[in-house]
């Protein structure tokens, strides 16, 4: 727990599209935020171009370790299409060459 | 579960149950119990597009749309909310694309104007100063409110639950009402998958669910889910003010602060139901519409799409008031597209109805009686 808190500090990013840190992420679950949604719905972490690629399962694990539950019972938020950005303009194209 | 007894039971934890359960609060009925399935804004709110208007067609629209803009503009200090709600007057811009819907805009703007909404009329070329990369081909007109807008949903919902738990009310989330238990014409309690709440009094704030929950009070609530779908961009910097809207593409756009455009289409033929999954239609239809009316932001790159649920009601209008035959059971529902940017006066006006037994704004052409009656309110500004 020691090295836990010496690094609880606002240099570590965990979500990297957003530039959301781990002191912000922890202060959010001590705020009563518990699942990885209201997290994200309050903080916008994994709401930006990688959609929470990275930064789920390290919110997954403070959430684990802040409420004292195992990993696999944290919820994972549903993945949404697209699994990865594309121009809606080429979308639109493929559908008029139809 | 910590509370066995509650003076009011709100179920629903979207914004219009938030926003109800605060507004009792602050006229001290305390003793308030919310009931939430999934987490608070997991819903409709959580899903809907963001958008506040004002320009509308029918005079109690108008008016409900007014004075829930007065309470988002001064939001933050009212609920005591950091960081913000994010409220920002951006304007809407509604396009008209026949002769018909123009006769008819210009019908709104004289009601908005009869009501101190401030709404201007645009030639295209006009529409043209204040989104420059609009295509106004085929565009006969438009109309634009600066005072209109967007809020963030999940802060101005977290922003009513946090206040009404600081008042003393209860939420209770990750739990499901089970039944409704009536004697005689009045509500007993409220029992649910985690105990039973002993109770007189039921708001019925649970979005496309309602009619479920009507069910359970022995109440015939005529109200269903239909989905809808939004998808969202990747953020660039700010090019776009206002939220644009066309009823003759079905078609709302605009780009938020945090620098991404939202936006969806009505899909014609969507089912009754609960489905929220996402469909290739519309992100195809969507981009079309798109390409055709704001060529640039096609250029753009989609990084998600989703999908909710309208709490459709027959007109298309909220349900508002006090549901007869139960005594007490009272209806919030069945906004049918309108419930985010409604919602701070709908709790002011069901608080009121539900401690005093009327309300500041006439809202009794707003009850669950009307459809029975055939006396439906029509609005003609509707998308999807």
Request: aromatic share 6%; charged share 20%; net charge negative.
């Amino acid at each position: 727990m020691a090295g836990r808190e010496k690094t609880a500090d606002g240099s570590i990013v965990i979500c990297r599209c957003e530039d959301i840190t781990l002191s912000e992420i922890r202060d959010l679950i001590a705020q009563g935020y518990h699942t990885i949604d209201e997290i994200k719905r309050v903080s916008r972490a994994g709401m930006g171009p990688c959609q929470g690629r990275t930064c789920r399962q390290l919110i997954a694990r403070e959430l684990a370790a802040a409420l004292g539950v195992p990993i696999e019972q944290v919820e994972m938020p549903t993945f949404r299409p697209p699994s990865r950005p594309v121009l809606l303009s080429t979308i639109a194209r493929g559908e008029a060459d139809e | 579960m910590s509370r066995n007894s509650a003076d009011v039971v709100v179920i629903g934890g979207g914004v219009v149950g938030c926003a109800v359960a605060f507004e009792l609060a602050q006229r001290g009925c305390t003793n308030v119990t919310l009931i939430e399935r999934d987490t608070v804004a997991s819903g409709s709110s959580g899903r809907c597009g963001a958008g506040v208007r004002q320009q509308f067609g029918t005079e109690l629209n108008c008016v409900l749309a007014r004075e829930a803009v007065r309470i988002f503009e001064r939001m933050d200090e009212y609920l005591d909310y950091k960081p913000s709600v994010e409220f920002r007057q951006s304007g809407y811009l509604m396009l008209a694309f026949s002769d018909h819907q123009w006769e008819q805009f210009l019908a709104n703007v004289a009601l908005e104007r009869s009501l101190d909404i401030d709404v201007k009329t645009l030639t295209p070329e006009e529409a043209l100063k204040i989104v420059p990369f609009l295509n106004i081909d085929g565009m006969v007109g438009a109309t634009f409110c600066q005072e209109d807008g967007h809020a963030n949903p999940f802060h101005t919902t977290f922003a009513y639950a946090r206040a009404a738990r600081r008042l003393g009310v209860e939420i209770l989330t990750h739990t499901e009402v089970t039944g409704i238990e009536v004697e005689k014409g009045r509500i007993r309690a409220v029992v649910t998958d985690r105990g039973r709440i002993a109770t007189s009094t039921v708001v019925n704030c649970a979005g496309a669910y309602s009619g479920h929950v009507a069910a359970m009070a022995g109440i015939d609530l005529p109200v269903w889910g239909e989905r809808h779908q939004i998808l969202i961009t990747e953020p660039v910097e700010p090019i776009m003010g206002p939220m644009v809207i066309s009823f003759h593409h079905d078609f709302y756009c605009q780009q938020v602060p945090h620098g991404s455009f939202i936006m969806g289409i009505g899909m014609p033929g969507e089912p009754k139901g609960y489905n929220i999954h996402s469909s290739v239609d519309f992100l195809e239809g969507m981009a079309r519409s798109l390409r055709q009316l704001l060529p640039p932001v096609a250029q753009l790159r989609v990084v998600r799409q989703w999908a909710g649920l309208y709490d459709r009601s027959p007109d298309a209008q909220p349900i508002l008031g006090e549901c007869p035959p139960v005594e007490r059971f009272f209806n919030a529902n069945g906004f049918s597209g309108h419930g985010f940017m409604l919602a701070p006066i709908v709790g002011v006006i069901m608080a009121e109805l539900v401690t005093t037994g009327s309300s500041s704004i006439d809202v009794n052409r707003l009850d669950a009686g009307r459809f029975a009656r055939g006396e439906l309110v029509l609005e003609p500004a509707v998308v999807g």
